[in-house]
């Protein structure tokens, strides 16, 4: 198997079909390797041991409606990351292999983006985003991560090994908008319309300081396309929320690990060790003030939302950063990797906001766009018109 990157934790001696007609008839998907699939191996790309996990509901309405199932992908360790590295030596960038793919869905966001033809030939690949992890892959490999309002009917997080049953979101990455709509269309029974950007009232989040220059150029001159198209563009302020989403998603993946974490040597790979015991750690008030924070910027969201249609946000602070590099350089200065990311996207899986990644003229930087909970069509809509519009124009 031709697999550089280490994009691939398992791959079907044949696709997995149940059924040759449907609405995905003809389309072929990758699968992260959280996911619960009767008959191949779940590894969580980790050496610990995990929980049990049935079958996905997920994956047995995509192969009902006609898709196929090629393989499992790699991922952050038990998804507990941003840069795709795990105890299989990590998923490398699909072009530049000095540097990350991002995670913690690194492996899917990589089998999108190769474009690859025979076996290893996939037209989405089903992630998952905990706090940002379909969209910083999506944006850090070229393509396009959608991640669905909380707790959407169409898009079940049963069957899948779970880090945080508060922000847990299962979503697909595909190398365009056409091929998402083309899922959510046969999940939902709905058609998915582009949408007139002409009159939107667009928030722009871009907090000063926390991205690079490189990223911060793309993300203005997207709010400057968007103005082209008829729409206003305002800047917005929303805090940082990881006071709120780092307690809450450490305790319940110290839940969901328990038993490994019991070991004597769970064989986790070291900072993932560390975030879950630091999790178990955690009292039970502090956890309660977590979800009260939470409240409060649930509110100022929701709050947002009455006087904006959508917002734009950066989703990475700055083009891939190389392997092993733990810190980063932006306005402010230097900063850990981690915190840089995920007070980026952790506000929108914190609050369960649908948010679509989508690529900008510079390579591997992406934006999020961000709309009001339960509008996932109506977004999707909106990047369907976007990507009309470049496709006239190239």
């Known amino acids: 198997m031709n697999d550089p990157q280490r994009a691939w934790a398992y791959v079907a001696p044949q696709p997995l079909q149940t059924s040759p007609t449907g609405p995905l008839a003809g389309l072929r998907f990758s699968i992260k390797d959280l996911y619960g699939v009767d008959g191949w191996p779940l590894t969580g790309s980790t050496r610990a041991p995990l929980p049990d996990v049935a ?5 047995s309405r995509l192969l009902d409606l006609g898709a196929a199932a090629v393989g499992k ?11 795709g590295m795990n105890g299989y030596g990590g998923t490398t960038h699909p072009t530049m292999p000095e ?21 290893l030939q996939v037209h989405f690949a089903l992630g998952t985003d905990t706090g940002g992890s379909i969209r910083v892959p999506a944006a850090w490999c070229g393509v396009v991560g959608y991640k669905p309002t909380k707790g959407h009917p169409d898009w079940s997080t049963q069957g899948v090994l779970p880090l945080s049953w508060t922000c847990d979101h299962t979503g697909p990455l595909a190398r365009d908008v056409k091929t998402v709509v083309r899922v959510q269309e046969a999940l939902t029974g709905q058609t998915v319309t582009p949408q007139v950007w002409n009159g939107l009232r667009v928030g722009l989040w871009l907090p000063d300081g926390w991205t690079d220059e490189t990223v911060r150029e793309a993300v203005l001159a997207f709010a400057d396309d968007l103005k082209g198209r008829g729409a206003t563009v305002e800047n917005v302020p929303f805090p940082e929320v990881l006071d709120a989403y780092s307690p809450i998603v450490l305790s319940e993946a110290a839940r969901v690990h328990a038993e490994a974490l019991g070991l004597e040597n769970p064989e986790f790979m070291p900072f993932t060790l560390m975030s879950l015991r630091n999790g178990a750690g955690l009292t039970e008030a502090e956890v309660q003030a977590a979800f009260e924070k939470r409240a409060e910027y649930r509110a100022l969201l929701d709050g947002i939302f009455t006087a904006y249609d959508l917002i734009l946000a950066p989703a990475v602070p700055t083009p891939p950063p190389l392997i092993g590099q733990e810190e980063v350089e932006i306005g402010e200065g230097n900063i850990p990797l981690r915190r840089a990311v995920l007070r980026i996207t952790a506000p929108f899986s914190l609050l369960g906001a649908p948010t679509l990644a989508y690529p900008t003229h510079t390579p591997f930087v992406g934006v999020q766009l961000v709309a009001p909970h339960g509008q996932d069509d109506w977004l999707l809509g909106l990047g369907l018109a976007l990507e009309n519009f470049a496709l006239e124009q190239a």
């Open 99 to 119: 540097r990350v793919a991002g995670g913690s869905s690194s492996g899917a966001a990589v089998s999108v983006a190769l474009g690859q033809v025979g076996p």
């Open 55 to 59: 079958q996905s509901v997920l994956v």
């Open 73 to 83: 992908t790699h991922l952050h360790e038990v998804a507990l990351g941003i840069t």
